[in-house]
């Protein structure tokens, strides 16, 4: 078991290495902007009664569980019996900082919950778990970029969700917009995708690639930020409508932004991350100014011409 244990967290780390190798540049504000969002979530959890925290410990395990996407490889690979205790030992690494937090809090009796979820390894079978989305009725894969990005992403929302409940009931509007912030980031990352021409084929037009993919993104920015959403309406009524008008100019201009890189055919990384990085400024600088949220419409429609000129001149 011990060449098991090594093996595997030696490929979950080689993982993570490899990951922000590819973000590049960009890895060093992600990780600041992760450890600011975990110190302030900590500093809300400490304000709020026990049982959230509570809460979100069964939760994120539970998530985390149905979402892997490596358990079919595991159990192939090691076996059920050994892949099952692999993930034990997993989930009770990951349950010392819910722990070392009870401990400081001098809450002994939820130290008891932590062991509460782990028998669910022998008795939930892991993966497999899909979040459904509205989906292009002519393409059987539908808007699968979306749906990709919810897989990849539903772990750490039910984390940000938990972070947004707890900033809505104490009242904290802070946590709640860093929150809502960082999910729109997030899913707009995992966006962000090779682009291949023969993606045209499946459109009768320039105009109605455009269409679909903005009402793709006005449809689904209310499924997946809906919670958010309702967390902002409670602290400011007028933010939440902010940002589920920015969220869905940002999901448009990444899908064109997407196109317009050209990732998949020689284009520039650097560039395009960039880019991304511009768009996701003008999103936050839409929520605090809102003044700038025509810009942010500006940004879009210059955007959606130079992909349509870009569709009119491949097809």
Excluded at 162 to 191: C, E, F, K, P, Q
Excluded at 209 to 233: D, E, G, Y
């Amino acid at each position: 078991m011990n060449d098991i244990l090594k093996l595997y967290f030696t490929l979950r780390v080689k993982r993570l290495w490899r990951m922000i190798k590819e973000l590049g540049f960009v890895a060093i504000p992600a990780i600041l902007l992760l450890l600011f969002l975990s110190a302030y979530m900590i500093s809300g959890l400490i304000a709020s009664p026990i049982y959230y925290s509570v809460a979100l410990y069964a939760l994120l395990l539970p998530g985390l569980h149905f979402v892997r996407g490596d358990a079919a490889f595991l159990y192939a690979l090691f076996g059920v019996k050994q892949t099952q205790l692999l993930f034990t030992i997993e989930y009770a690494l990951l349950s010392i900082p819910f722990l070392c937090f009870f401990l400081f809090r001098g809450e002994l009796w939820a130290t008891a919950i932590l062991l509460l979820p782990l028998p669910m390894v022998y008795a939930i079978p892991s993966g497999g778990f899909s979040l459904r989305l509205p989906t292009f009725p002519c393409l059987t894969s539908g808007s699968y970029e979306y749906h990709r990005a919810g897989r990849l992403s539903l772990p750490l929302f039910l984390l940000l969700m938990a972070g947004g409940a707890i900033g809505a009931y104490i009242g904290n509007r802070n946590l709640v917009v860093a929150v809502s912030l960082i999910a729109a980031t997030v899913m707009s990352m995992l966006l962000m995708r090779e682009w291949h021409v023969e993606y045209l084929f499946h459109y009768k037009s320039a105009l109605r690639f455009l269409w679909l993919k903005l009402l793709f993104a006005l449809r689904n920015a209310c499924i997946i930020f809906l919670p958010f959403i309702v967390c902002l309406l409670l602290v400011d009524f007028s933010l939440g409508a902010l940002y589920y008008l920015g969220a869905i100019l940002l999901l448009f201009q990444v899908e064109m932004l997407c196109l317009l890189s050209g990732r998949a055919n020689g284009g520039n990384d650097i560039i395009s991350a960039f880019a991304f990085m511009v768009l996701n400024a003008i999103f936050f600088a839409s929520l605090i100014v809102p003044l700038v949220m025509p810009f942010s419409i500006v940004t879009s429609v210059v955007l959606a011409y130079y992909a349509y000129s870009v569709i009119k001149r491949l097809k």
